[in-house]
Structure formats: structure tokens, C-alpha cells
């Protein structure tokens, strides 16, 4: 384990970056401001080394991250349609930082503040953040805990944990952007995506999910055969089209509460192929429509829209508002937990 200091927010407060290593030979490095993944480094077939997630170059493009590049998600990934829910009667509102609606849970996210380092070992690493009642809308004061461990299976496996004195929500997720040829190597558009999903949430024009679920079958959103993204990005579908491209919920053929495999991506020139589990229902595959062009990446790579990609592990996008969607609350005094595992391997 290497920690080293990085610099300092605006507030003045010490952000620190450390490194960790898995006995498979991953390595990641994270740091206390958001829990934040900034490197992830992975072998190719012939044992290059590359770090695979996008990050920037300077600390301070982290305190205005819209694009959430490596962020740890809390307490709610994604959209909850019209900034608005109601839980037990009572109706909470939330920042509309996305047009209307509120995205990775409000203009003042957990990812942009400082956590604490409560553990850290040669292979993992453990965050809190001790939520206060209604902070960024949400009720409930409410410890988060977030542990990323490097087995030596070369998965980089995290383990989230909330516990709140009320019922609230607690929809976490990691919204790293992979790109398996390397970080600096341009569009990922043509490494190939597989998704344990036969149907995916429909969208309205914010991407919020109606309530209705559509199934892959005929549509560019069908990656239930691994298929690389480039062809079909661009499609005229409709529902990629209000998308701008891939950016959307993938209901999961898979049991929720069981660690079940997800997704896969792979990328047949290095080799390096990576798979996701999950014990959630849904993950969002989002391919950085949006990433802004230019962006000055590590090593003052430029980065542009669409050289990495998000598989996001989570509830369906506005679940609270959508009663037949499996519920991302957590009780009062019941700690409730989830796990999601990227595992690298080259075939
Ligand atoms: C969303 C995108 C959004 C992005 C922000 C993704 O989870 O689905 O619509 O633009 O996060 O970087």
C-alpha cells in the first residue's frame, strides 16, 4: 500500500491518494475525495500492463466532475424522475440537477466531498461517510460504507453497506469508464459488450424510465451476443436516439440478492476481457455520449466522447416512483448491503 498526499480541496481539507495491489497482479489506486477509483492498471494477454479507467490529469477537474469519471455513487445512482418521491406518506424533494430530474443524487454528491479512510490493507481499502438526516434531500442519517478489495483472482470487488435511523434510499454504484485497450487509446466502441438482459427499462425524453419494460429482441440493445457497440451506436431507434447513444437500464436476467454475472467486455486486439456481477436488478451501460470534447485526461491524454465506457450496477433508474420495480430502500436500523465485482482476465 503506497499513500501519498495529493493536494488540497478548496475548503483547504488534505486529499490523499493510495495505491493497492491484488496477488493477481491488478493494481488500483483510489483517494479519500469521493472514494474516488483514479487507476485501475490490468495485464494484456502477453502481460503489458495498462491502466483501463479513464481519470484526470489534475485533482481540481475532480471538484467539478460532472462526468463522475471513477466515482463512487451515494446514496442514489441515476435519475429519479422530477427531483421528487414519496416514502411512507411523505414527499421529499431533491436537487433538479438534470433538467428536471435529479442524477447521481443532486448538484452536491457525496462523490465530491471528503470520506473517511476507515481501513486500508495492501490489497483493500474501506470508506465512510456519515450522511446527515435530509442532507443533498434524502432522509435518514446514515453511515455509508464503500470496501474495495483486490482478490487474487484480479477482481476488483466492492462491497457497499448503508445503514440509516430511517427508511431511505440506498441505490449505490461505481461509475468508472473502462476502456480495456488502455485509458489514452481512443473509442471503445469497438470492444465487444455482452448483458445478461433480455428487456430494458423504456425512457421519456430525460431518460427516466416510464415503468415500462421493453425487450431487447430486434433492437440495437440487444447484447445478449457479445457484439461490439460502434455499428449500431447511432441508430435510429428511437429509444437510442433520445439517448444519444447507448445510455440505458438493462434489467437483468438474474436473481436479485444473488451475486450473479451481469455483463462482460471485451477487447480482442490486448486480450483483456472483464466481467461484472452484481446482486442488484439492473446496470446501466452508458459509452460516454457525453463526455465533453477535449477533456485533459492522465498523462494529458485528451480524452472524447466515447473512450470509455459505464457499467453501472443498480436499482432501475426512479424505482421510488415506480411501484412495480423492485424498491432501493433501506429499512431504519437494518443495515442493508450490496456487492458488485469487476473481475479482468485475457482470452
Ligand atoms: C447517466 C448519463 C449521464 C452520466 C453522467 C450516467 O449514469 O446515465 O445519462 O450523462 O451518468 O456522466
Known sequence: ??????????????????????????????????ANLLSLTVPDRDGNEKDIV????????????????????APNGNRIGDARFTLN????????????????????????????????KDNAITFTYDKKDMDMGFPGNMKITVTFTLTPDNELRIDYSGLSDQDTIFNP????????????????????????ASRFTETDAGSVPTGN????????????????????VDDTYEQL???????H???????????????????????????????????????????????VGKGGFLYQPRYGVCFETQYYPNAINIPSFSQPVAKAGVEKKTTTVYRFFTA
Not at 460532472?66 to 466515482?71: I, S, T
Not at 425487450?215 to 449500431?232: I, R, S
Open 249 to 295: 437500464n438493462f434489467a437483468l436476467d438474474i436473481t436479485e440478492g444473488e451475486l450473479s454475472l451481469a455483463a462482460s467486455l471485451y477487447d480482442p486486439k490486448s486480450g483483456r476481457k472483464m466481467e461484472v456481477y452484481t446482486d442488484l436488478p439492473g446496470m446501466q451501460l452508458y459509452c460516454g455520449n457525453y463526455i465533453h470534447p477535449n477533456v
Open 173 to 196: 454504484t461505481n461509475h468508472s469508464y473502462f476502456n480495456l485497450a488502455g485509458h489514452d487509446s481512443g473509442s471503445v466502441l469497438d470492444q465487444l459488450v455482452w448483458i445478461n
Open 241 to 247: 436516439a433520445l439517448a444519444k447513444g447507448y445510455d
Open 89 to 120: 406518506g411523505k414527499t421529499y424533494e431533491l436537487d433538479k440537477n438534470d433538467g428536471e430530474n435529479n442524477l447521481h443524487s443532486g448538484s452536491d454528491p457525496l462523490c465530491m466531498r471528503i470520506w473517511d479512510v476507515a481501513d486500508v
Open 1 to 34: 500500500m503506497e499513500k501519498k498526499l495529493w493536494g488540497t480541496t478548496r475548503e483547504n481539507e488534505e486529499v490523499y491518494t493510495y495505491e493497492i495491489a491484488g496477488a493477481g497482479g491488478i493494481r488500483a489506486t483510489f483517494m479519500n475525495y469521493g
Open 54 to 73: 479513464l481519470g484526470y490529469e489534475k485533482l481540481e477537474s475532480y471538484f467539478d466532475n460532472d462526468l463522475y469519471f471513477g466515482c463512487c455513487v
Open 213 to 232: 419494460l421493453i425487450d431487447v429482441k430486434g433492437t440495437p440493445l440487444d447484447f445478449t451476443k457479445e457484439k461490439p457497440m460502434a455499428p449500431e
